[in-house]
């Protein structure tokens, strides 16, 4: 399944991409007790669940359930997201086609796209491979950081922006290996090419933090598939991070404050 998160009066609601269109999938599966939202979901994904809510978008009459016009948000706030090389602070997730406010004291910005990966399940000490079985689904991160005038980081990412979405795809829909990702900056191809090892090196990830601590449903992980594509941007610049099976995820820089 391809879930998102969409603005109903207000409020986040969980959707699914059904055919090309948003369906309000609360409103398709018609229970009372269904979660509400993508993160309810995650944390109450066992089989019942999802079996219900697959059930429904197989229904002849899931498109009665179908959302015009939606306004899409970030598709989840995860419960804490690491992304190696983060310099640590608050960052503020927005959603896609959202415009990425300039940070304060930033000359510039260096962007990186990422892929990833969200936890459905409390996961302790599991190896690489065991780890597949706790990935709830791949969602995709624009990402930057920060850098003054002598070209150096910013000490700190407080109030850095980043992106995710366009929605959340489910493990059982997508082998991330074989996903091949085109990254554009005003409509020109930076980077491109599948994720091959990015997918076990996130598994790689989710294990050795596995090591440390008690993962839990909710918890992302995210990495670089394209390392040495780090991109200086300026005001103004359009960014696209488009996945197959995942969709685009796209944002423009404001101007400088």
């Given at each position: ?86 310099l640590g602070g608050e960052r503020r997730i927005v959603a896609p086609e959202d415009e ?158």
């Amino acid at each position: 399944m391809r879930l998102l998160t969409y603005d109903r009066r207000g409020h986040r609601r969980l959707g699914a991409i059904l055919e090309g269109e948003v369906v309000d999938l609360p409103d398709a599966v018609g229970h009372p007790a269904f979660p509400t939202t993508l993160e309810a979901l995650v944390a109450s994904s066992g089989g019942s669940v999802m079996d219900a809510a697959r059930g429904a978008l197989e229904r002849d009459d899931a498109h009665a359930s179908r959302v015009k016009r939606p306004r899409l948000l970030p598709p989840l706030f995860p419960q804490s997201l690491l992304m190696p090389g983060g310099l640590g602070g608050e960052r503020r997730i927005v959603a896609p086609e959202d415009e990425v406010t300039w940070p304060a004291g930033a000359a510039w910005l260096e962007y990186q796209p990422k892929i990833a990966a969200v936890l459905g399940r409390e996961t302790r000490g599991v190896t690489p491979e065991e780890a597949r079985a706790s990935v709830f689904g791949y969602t995709l991160v624009n990402d930057w950081t920060a850098r003054d005038a002598t070209g150096d980081p910013v000490g700190h990412d407080d109030g850095l922006p980043l992106s995710l979405g366009p929605c959340v795809v489910t493990a059982d829909e997508i082998d991330p290996q074989t996903v091949f990702v085109d990254v554009r900056i005003d409509g020109r191809s930076l980077a491109k090419g599948n994720l091959n090892g990015t997918a076990q090196s996130l598994l790689g990830l989710i294990s050795a933090s596995s090591v440390e601590a008690m993962l839990e449903r909710g918890d992302a992980f995210a990495l670089a598939p394209f390392p040495g594509a780090a991109c200086d941007l300026w005001p103004g610049a359009s960014i696209e991070l488009a996945a197959e099976g995942i969709g685009t995820l796209r944002n423009q820089l404001a101007a400088r404050i």
